[in-house]
């Protein structure tokens, strides 16, 4: 009877592709907003994600969010290195200076001071010059987002001469990094520079980024640090999840997206209940003609089931192509503000499941009529 | 033989000025070998004891035999593979699956009861065959004309062969021509020694095709002709 099922759903074509792109509508409005809300989450904590050579995180009891941090004394990483547990643990500096350009315009932008000599959180990904060459005098690297933003029309590259904090700096690499919570510009440098361009004068650190010893749990680690140090130590999953929690508890962000991400699993339910619905309430007399022939209630609901999943599969499949599609054109691109933005493979999993789960429900509602509906009714003109 | 043989069967419905009484203790039988036809006028309760027969309508008193099982004692489990197995309907309106070409409406009972696609549809094209419509096995209902999707009906409901054949008005929907076709297919085909079947008219025309012709009015059989009176009928 499946081959039944199909040739019934499938031969009104006008009413299969009302409920395959109401389906593909609603998928691709809930996986494209899931999408980005959880884009945008990511980018709140850029910082942690870039430097993942380090496991922990080690900051004063102060901080809430990777972007506010508080400032250390430098003898704080030799603590940290000291305790029982740490591999190895590095200075790590981070805050919002002045960009002046040779012709005088300035832009704000975050200034990341990584570890002299590892230069551990460095960027991963250097498209123009050498990580090695952050080594050399007043080196800085640029973001390649940042550098359209100072500079704009003219293509990356490398040399330009501009000042931070009064002090002479060398665009020595452009990288590219995904997009930052705040959106200005990343300019990564040693942090024996970093602190010269914002112009401290007792050399300290914003965050000790460290490694736990082999076989050793990162939370574990924290937990000493932090009772060994008196800081606020966290695992670099741990750090991020408070640093996410921060954002929804402080930005408004959960709202938004939440209301919108709400309208799509709204819109999608009315658009996939209502249509599936619909459908079958409109096919009730064929179906009543097939019950009163014998076919039983449990193979009816076997055929509108088999309809339901096949609408449903078709309908997502054809929904996350498209937005897939529209992550794979835009998120690629070095500048602009979906760069870096991607579909996490559990929003791929949970849209299907949740599209395929909503269809059923409108499956089993619909359902209820069918199964109820008097046989008898086909011997009414 | 006797195929279905109903004993004081009686059944009312509920409305809002009171219970409805619509059969009131019908005696009625459809022996096997012949075709009955259960004549009256609108609302005298013929489709109510089809669907009693069939076992579509339940809550009825009295006794309902088809071929020996008494239908009113059957569980609604047991009377779905009852109804698959022994009876074929046809319906006024037809009632064919409009994504499904001829031969496709054809052998759905055959394809509900278990058979296999392909020997289905053989045996569904082959009865087609015999009612004139091999060269439209492949067309969709919306493609044949009503004199073809009754034949299409016709085919569905003999295809496996049923103990019981159960038609209400099957002719109501066609002109006299087609219908007097129709019935003479229906005559052709379905009067088997071991099957009854019971057509619900109200269609003088057809009266001719019948072995025994019921009358029903108010709720109750008035009388039953049979032989070439049953013929005569027409004339009432």
């Given at each position: 009877?499946?081959?039944?099922?199909?040739?019934?759903l499938l031969h009104d074509t006008a009413k299969y592709l009302a409920l395959v792109m109401g389906i593909a509508f609603a998928?691709?409005?809930?996986?494209?907003?899931?999408?980005?809300?959880?884009?945008?989450?990511?980018?709140?904590?850029?910082?942690?994600?870039?430097?993942?050579?380090?496991?922990?995180?080690?900051?004063?009891?102060?901080?809430?969010?990777?972007?506010q941090p508080d400032q250390m004394a430098e003898l704080?990483?030799?603590?940290?290195?000291?305790?029982?547990?740490?591999?190895?643990?590095?200075?790590?500096?981070?805050?919002?200076?002045?960009?002046?350009?040779?012709?005088?315009?300035?832009?704000?932008?975050?200034?990341?001071?990584?570890?002299?000599?590892?230069?551990?959180?460095?960027?991963?990904?250097?498209?123009?010059?050498?990580l090695d060459d952050l080594r050399r005098p007043d080196a800085i690297i640029l973001d390649a987002a940042g550098f359209a933003a100072i500079f704009p029309d003219v293509p990356p590259r490398t040399g330009d001469i501009v000042e931070i904090g009064q002090r002479r700096a060398e665009i020595v690499g452009i990288s590219h990094t995904g997009p930052s919570w705040t959106g200005l510009p990343r300019v990564h440098t040693r942090r024996s520079l970093a602190v010269e361009y914002a112009r401290e004068t007792l050399n300290p650190v914003t965050y000790v980024l460290a490694r736990a010893a082999p076989g050793r749990?990162?939370?574990?680690?924290?937990?000493?640090?932090a009772k060994a140090t008196g800081l606020q130590a966290?695992?670099?999953?741990?750090?991020?999840?408070?640093?996410?929690?921060?954002?929804?508890?402080?930005?408004?962000?959960?709202?938004?997206?939440?209301?919108?991400?709400?309208?799509?699993?709204?819109i999608g339910v009315a658009i996939v209940g209502q249509t599936f619905y619909m459908f079958s309430v409109e096919n009730l007399r064929q179906f009543a003609a097939l019950k009163a022939i014998g076919?039983?209630?449990?193979?009816?609901?076997?055929?509108?089931?088999?309809?339901?999943?096949?609408?449903?599969?078709?309908?997502?499949?054809?929904?996350?192509?498209?937005?897939?599609?529209?992550?794979?054109?835009?998120?690629?691109?070095?500048?602009?503000?979906?760069?870096?933005?991607?579909?996490?493979p559990a929003i791929f999993i949970g849209t299907g499941i949740f599209i395929v789960l909503v269809t059923l429900l409108s499956c089993v509602i619909s359902v209820r009529r069918v199964l109820t509906v008097d046989p008898a009714v086909v011997f009414r003109s | 033989m006797p195929g279905v043989v109903c004993e004081q069967v009686a059944i009312e419905f509920p409305t809002a000025a009171g219970p409805l009484?619509?059969?009131?203790?019908?005696?009625?039988?459809?022996?096997?070998?012949?075709?009955?036809?259960?004549?009256?006028?609108?609302?005298?309760?013929?489709?109510?004891?089809?669907?009693?027969?069939?076992?579509?309508?339940?809550?009825?008193?009295?006794?309902?035999?088809?071929?020996?099982?008494?239908?009113?004692?059957?569980?609604?489990?047991?009377?779905?593979?009852?109804?698959?197995?022994?009876?074929?309907?046809?319906?006024?309106?037809?009632?064919?699956?409009?994504?499904?070409?001829?031969?496709?409406?054809?052998?759905?009972p055959l394809v509900a009861s278990g058979t296999p696609w392909p020997t289905a549809?053989?045996?569904?094209?082959?009865?087609?065959?015999k009612l004139g419509l091999g060269n439209h096995i492949s067309k969709l209902p919306r493609q044949l004309s009503g004199g073809q999707q009754q034949r299409v009906a016709i085919a569905r409901a003999l295809v496996h062969e049923p103990r019981l054949l159960l038609c209400d008005e099957p002719t109501a929907a066609l002109d006299g021509k087609s219908g007097q076709a129709v019935m003479s297919l229906l005559r052709e085909l379905a009067v088997h020694p071991e099957r009854a079947a019971i057509v619900v008219t109200h269609d003088p025309r057809v009266y001719a095709f019948a072995d025994r012709v019921a009358h029903m009015e108010d709720g109750l059989l008035l009388k039953v002709e049979e032989g070439k009176t049953a013929a005569l009928a027409g004339a009432h």
């Open positions: 009877m499946i081959r039944v099922a199909f040739k019934i998928t691709l409005l809930i996986s494209q907003q899931s999408a980005i809300f959880h884009s945008v989450m990511e980018s709140s904590t850029r910082d942690i994600i870039e430097a993942n050579e380090a496991d922990i995180w080690v900051m004063k009891p102060s901080v809430e969010t990777v972007d704080t990483v030799n603590r940290v290195r000291s305790t029982p547990g740490v591999e190895w643990a590095v200075p790590y500096y981070q805050a919002i200076a002045q960009l002046r350009t040779s012709d005088g315009r300035t832009k704000s932008v975050t200034l990341i001071g990584v570890d002299d000599s590892s230069l551990v959180a460095a960027p991963h990904k250097v498209l123009l010059g050498s749990s990162p939370d574990e680690v924290a937990k000493e640090i966290h695992s670099r999953a741990g750090f991020k999840a408070k640093s996410q929690e921060w954002v929804l508890n402080f930005s408004g962000v959960a709202e938004n997206f939440g209301i919108t991400i709400l309208m799509g699993v709204v076919v039983s209630n449990r193979r009816i609901l076997g055929m509108i089931s088999t309809q339901a999943l096949f609408v449903s599969c078709v309908g997502y499949c054809l929904g996350i192509g498209v937005a897939s599609l529209f992550f794979a054109l835009f998120s690629p691109q070095l500048t602009g503000g979906l760069r870096g933005m991607f579909m996490d | 009484k619509v059969l009131k203790g019908v005696d009625f039988q459809a022996p096997a070998g012949q075709m009955t036809m259960l004549v009256g006028p609108s609302g005298c309760g013929k489709t109510t004891l089809i669907s009693i027969i069939a076992g579509l309508l339940r809550g009825a008193t009295g006794s309902v035999s088809v071929f020996g099982r008494e239908v009113t004692s059957l569980s609604g489990s047991e009377l779905v593979p009852f109804r698959l197995t022994n009876i074929g309907f046809i319906f006024q309106q037809y009632n064919l699956l409009a994504g499904l070409n001829a031969a496709e409406n054809a052998a759905v549809l053989q045996k569904a094209g082959a009865l087609l065959d």
